[in-house]
């Protein structure tokens, strides 16, 4: 579907969307309709040739290195799961920030030796505890971290942590701090070439966007 005249714009759905659909109209690029009323995947824009995929953020980097989508908006957490080295990241969009950090219940001691980690960022845990020289076994899930220590499945959760509120809810409190996670623009680097001077063009008009924003 992807041809050289269409710009594929691909966009994480859910909270990233709603701070990332102003800045796109700030720099000219306006769905035709409300994307959250629609069940359509594929949007048209008020731009000719460029179109709007919305998908789930752990898929937007897949897209984009694979050249189905030119562009993307992805979480900087994402990008270090994936190992986003092939993709060009020429614009930090300064929104959904949040931080990616290690956690544990308060007051419980930690194991001397090997600690299970339950984590959905099993790429960003292997690196973190092996640069630590610590021993992990991590076990992957998906959602609601935030139990598996309360169920005595882990002993340490790596996670996104925004307000710190649910960590503390759940009797638990942040430990090392892996990355700073912001929205960050992603180009494929195919694209780039054959598309430069839109997608320049694109960048330095959200890049303005951003300066304005902030």
């Known amino acids: 579907m992807n041809n050289d005249q269409d ?7 859910g909270r990233i969307l709603k701070e990332t659909l102003p800045l796109f109209a700030a720099a000219g690029i306006e769905p035709l309709e409300d994307i959250s009323k629609s069940r359509k995947l594929i949007f048209e824009t008020n731009q ?3 179109k709007l995929i919305v998908i789930r953020g752990s898929d937007v980097p897949t897209y ?10 992805s979480g900087k957490d994402m990008l270090l799961e994936v190992d986003g080295a ?4 020429p614009l930090d969009l300064q929104i959904a ?3 990616l950090m290690t956690a544990a219940m308060v007051g419980r001691e930690l194991p001397k030796g090997r600690v299970r980690v339950a984590t959905k960022f099993v790429n960003i845990a292997k690196q973190h505890f092996a640069a ?3 021993q992990a076994d991590i076990i992957k899930l998906y959602g609601a971290m935030e ?3 309360l169920m005595d499945l882990a002993d340490i959760i790596v996670d996104i942590v925004d307000t710190g509120n649910t960590l503390k809810a759940n009797g638990m409190q942040p430990l090392d701090h892996i990355a700073d996670v912001s929205s960050r623009l992603v180009v494929n680097k195919a694209a780039m070439k054959r598309k430069h001077q ?5 960048i330095d008009k959200l890049a303005q966007a951003v300066a304005a924003q902030n």
């Open 7 to 13: 710009i594929i714009i691909a966009l994480t759905k």
């Open 97 to 99: 920030k949040c931080r």
């Open 48 to 50: 000719p040739h460029v």
């Open 86 to 89: 092939d993709l060009y990241e």
């Open 132 to 134: 630590q020289g610590q």
């Open 147 to 149: 139990l598996a220590p």
């Open 198 to 202: 839109r997608i320049q063009e694109l």
């Open 64 to 73: 984009v290195q694979h050249g189905a989508a030119d562009i993307g908006v």
